[in-house]
């Protein structure tokens, strides 16, 4: 048997074995985040970073249903105020007819 040192064992014994680079910590920065002990600062921290986004997208909702319910609120109130123009118009077209019918009245009483 030959002597191949690429294929020699430690040992000194040749095996059909595939030599892996050792990953060390270093090599995988998540991999040590992940190993790491949790602490109450970190989970404070992540805690707070998600209820500061959580609060966030509230207001961003909030607002975006505000708006929407408020434009519909500020049309109808326009509808309601147009509406309101109309009848006042039409109020007034009858009294200014109703005090001119009122005079002819008045005058014709007077010539009899």
Not at 22 to 40: G, H, L
Not at 49 to 70: F, M, P, V
């Amino acid at each position: 048997m030959p002597n191949n040192p690429a294929t020699q064992t430690p040992s000194g014994h040749q095996d059909n074995i595939t030599r892996r680079k050792k990953t060390t910590t270093t090599d995988n920065p998540d991999y040590s985040q992940i190993d790491a002990p949790v602490t109450s600062r970190i989970v404070t921290n992540i805690v707070q970073r998600e209820i500061k986004e959580l609060i966030k997208h509230c207001n961003e909702t909030l607002a975006n249903y505000d708006n929407k319910e408020l434009k519909t609120i500020k049309d109808e109130i326009v509808q309601v105020k147009e509406s309101m123009t109309f009848i006042n118009n039409q109020y007034e077209e009858m009294r200014a007819g109703l005090a001119e019918r009122h005079s002819q009245i008045h005058d014709i009483k007077k010539e009899n």
